[in-house]
């Protein structure tokens, strides 16, 4: 997966799209995580172009493209929100700053479903967008889990299962309901 793929994607399905919003979101947050490497080896940027390339496919607008490129810099760089928004203005900044606060839900089983839910529901009914960007990433990282440790692979596919799935149902998403279930069960239930 290189920028150019992105890009490509993108201009397939608006010809009239701004690349250079994407171009611009993607050299920002390759130069924020430069240097950072995922478990698996791979540098940083990796997850945040896959999770680009997963919008990109699902035919959405450069602005929530870009919010993927752009969604782990404020929580994993030094680089902050506030350089995000002004670099990419509020829009987007308001998309990675949701997305932030996303990341902070933590599962802790079924008990406590319905809170996170909640939380969840919260959170896109401020901006939907929201909820598209955390579905690709979510999606992305069940795609590349091979790299974690057993109990972990188990836990965040059981987490998508059991929250990221349902809520995608429940938002009309089959393709996108689908595509969880069928990358969670491979360790949820590899039978």
């Known amino acids: ?57 699902m035919r959405l607008d450069t602005t929530i493209i870009a919010a993927g490129l752009l969604h782990d810099v404020p929580e994993d760089t030094p680089v902050s929100l506030a350089e995000v928004k002004k670099n990419f203005g509020e829009d987007v900044a308001s998309i990675v700053a949701g997305i932030t606060k996303l990341g902070k839900i933590k599962y802790r089983g079924v008990t406590r479903y319905l809170e996170n839910l909640r939380k969840m529901f919260l ?19 069940l795609r590349t889990l091979e790299a974690l440790p057993e109990k972990k692979r188990y836990r965040i596919a059981l987490e998508s299962l059991e929250i990221y799935a349902p809520i995608a149902a429940r938002l009309g998403m089959g393709e996108m309901r689908g595509q969880l279930e069928d990358a969670s069960f491979k360790y949820t239930q590899p039978e």
Not at 124 to 136: C, E, G, P, Q, Y
Request: without cysteine; proline residues 4%.
């Open 1 to 57: 997966m290189t920028i150019d793929t992105l890009l490509d994607t993108v201009k397939q399905n608006n010809p009239q799209a701004d690349l250079e919003l994407v171009r611009r979101a993607y050299d920002f947050a390759a130069a924020a995580h430069q240097g950072q490497l995922r478990v698996s080896g791979d540098p940083y940027i990796t997850h945040p172009l896959g999770t680009a390339q997963i919008l990109a496919e």
């Open 123 to 141: 959170a896109f009914a401020k901006d939907i967008r929201i909820i598209l960007v955390k579905f690709a990433d979510r999606l992305y990282n």
